[in-house]
């Protein structure tokens, strides 16, 4: 049994509403007591009563105050919302008198914590609602969307499915191996079985790179000398003037962030530092720091000057980030050409300039193709989307590829059925069906107050 916790749900700030809720066993007798309209006790479920909050006979506030009983609420417990006129002193007050009253202050995520130990909604369930609070895009917000409504969930417990009748006629074939009416199973007989759920999984795991994409975006690092225009493709990109430019070199010493949407997926830009060798303390600081965010970033633009030679020092650059998603953008087109560009050994090389938005449309198109952006349209959206999610999908495909082992070499089915129940388990704790308290404290510490 659980104890009586209450939260602000609200934005605490200056707004016309602000909520406060209450959930667990003594929920309504609390509001109920520092309530004055009709007696929430003896009133209907699911209905909202007018009234005030009072503290003794002092009046605190005017308030409509939802009564929902248990079982059909957000946590499956008795559940209050109190409206109350927005403020933060109004608001505060009301918490605290419910704290005095005896509730707890709740934890943050703790009344969806409750939703899913209460059985309500399972672990894609509460992890996607944390996303869809979270989204910033169209896209993200429909991906989350997808989550709570359970067609994530159905997806996986399909293929658990799969695996629970593969089980099931192993064990009849174990357990009562005189029953005609059973199928014989052979290791032939499973093996088409097991290689299609290992598609099933395989195709999940090629989608949720997709759903990475959705949830986190690309983050997209612009690199390159001093002064070639870096901090003017992000101003451009972002129609705002957000990094400063001059035409000093080393003008960009700290980065510089912003953020565009392309195709429905959000592009992190970050602007760097022009790398050079540099005896200035604080441009080297800088500089190192562009290196690092070289390597985190999932794009790197590296921008060069149309109208100047190509350095060593930018060769160099393109032959140490082979192994990244790589365009090498060639600014400053509308001035006349000095690069040698057939010396540049890069598959995307974009030209443009930072003049006109119009102008970046052929590096738009290149970041479009390389990361597929206009296929990952939103038809199912059945993607998973968090790295924990992902890696349990990548455990369960290992137990299918031992079980396929297995089956070469011929062993006997029943001991095929520990791979098989490995892999339902591992899909199983995707879902929450098996769970650590603190996997649980990891998920909803990340959640809002109140929620
Ligand atoms: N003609 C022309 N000039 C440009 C273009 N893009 C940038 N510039 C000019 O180039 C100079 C340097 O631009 P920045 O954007 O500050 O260059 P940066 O790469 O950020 O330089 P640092 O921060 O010093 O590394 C400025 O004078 C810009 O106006 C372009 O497309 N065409
Ligand atoms: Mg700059």
Redesign the pocket.
């Given at each position: 049994m659980f104890d009586t916790i209450c939260a602000i749900s609200t934005a605490l700030g200056v707004g016309a509403i602000s909520i406060i809720r209450v959930t667990g066993p003594d929920s309504i007798k609390l509001v109920n007591e520092i309530f004055k309209g009709k007696n929430l006790e003896k009133v209907e479920s699911h209905t909202i009563n007018y009234g005030y909050i009072i503290n003794n006979e002092e009046i605190v506030d005017e308030v409509l105050v939802s009564i929902m009983k248990s079982p059909k609420t957000y946590t499956k417990e008795d559940l209050v919302e109190i409206n109350c006129h927005g403020g933060i002193n109004t608001t505060n007050k009301i918490l605290e008198l419910l704290l005095i009253k005896g509730a707890r202050l709740a934890e943050p995520g703790e009344f969806t914590k409750r939703a899913f130990l209460n059985g309500r909604i399972d672990l894609i369930e509460a992890e996607s609602i944390g996303d869809l609070i979270n989204s910033e895009t169209d896209k993200s917000r429909k991906l989350s969307l997808n989550g709570v409504t359970g067609n994530i969930t159905n997806l996986i417990n399909t293929i658990r499915q799969k695996l629970v009748s593969i089980s099931a006629n192993i064990e009849v074939n174990i357990d009562y191996p005189e029953y005609e009416d059973a199928v014989n199973l052979t290791n032939e007989l499973i093996k088409p079985k097991i290689i299609d759920i290992k598609k099933d999984l395989e195709n999940l795991l090629k989608e949720s790179a997709n759903g990475k994409l959705i949830k986190n975006g690309i983050d997209v690092a612009i690199v390159?000398k001093?002064?070639?225009?870096?901090?003017?493709?992000l101003n451009t990109l972002l129609e705002e003037e957000k990094?400063i430019?001059?035409?000093?070199?080393?003008?960009?010493r700290d980065i510089v962030e912003g953020k565009l949407i392309l195709n429905g997926i959000m592009l992190n830009l970050i602007?760097t530092?022009?790398i050079r060798k540099t005896n200035n303390l604080v441009e080297q600081i800088g500089v190192n720091k562009s290196k690092k965010i070289i390597e985190k970033a999932d794009l790197v633009i590296l921008?060069l000057n149309y109208n100047d030679k190509i350095s060593k020092e930018e060769l160099d650059l393109i032959e140490s980030l082979k192994t990244k998603n790589l365009i090498v953008y060639i600014?400053?087109n509308?001035?006349t050409k000095k690069i040698d560009d057939k010396k540049l050994n890069c598959k995307n090389i974009v030209y443009g300039?930072?003049?006109e938005y119009a102008n970046l449309k052929k590096l738009k198109d290149k970041i479009t193709e390389i990361f597929n952006l206009e296929q990952i349209e939103t038809s199912n959206m059945n993607y998973l989307s968090n790295s924990r999610q992902i890696s349990l999908v990548k455990k369960a495909l290992l137990s299918l590829d031992n079980c396929l082992e297995q089956i070469e070499n011929n062993i006997e089915i029943d001991l095929l059925a520990i791979d098989i129940k490995e892999c339902y388990d591992l899909l199983g704790e995707i879902i929450g069906n098996t769970y650590k308290d603190e996997l649980l404290d990891e998920i909803f510490e990340n959640f809002c107050l109140g929620k």
């Open positions: 390159g001093p002064n070639v225009g870096k901090s003017s493709l990094a430019v001059t035409n000093i070199a080393g003008t960009t602007d530092a022009g921008v600014n400053k509308d001035l300039n930072t003049n």
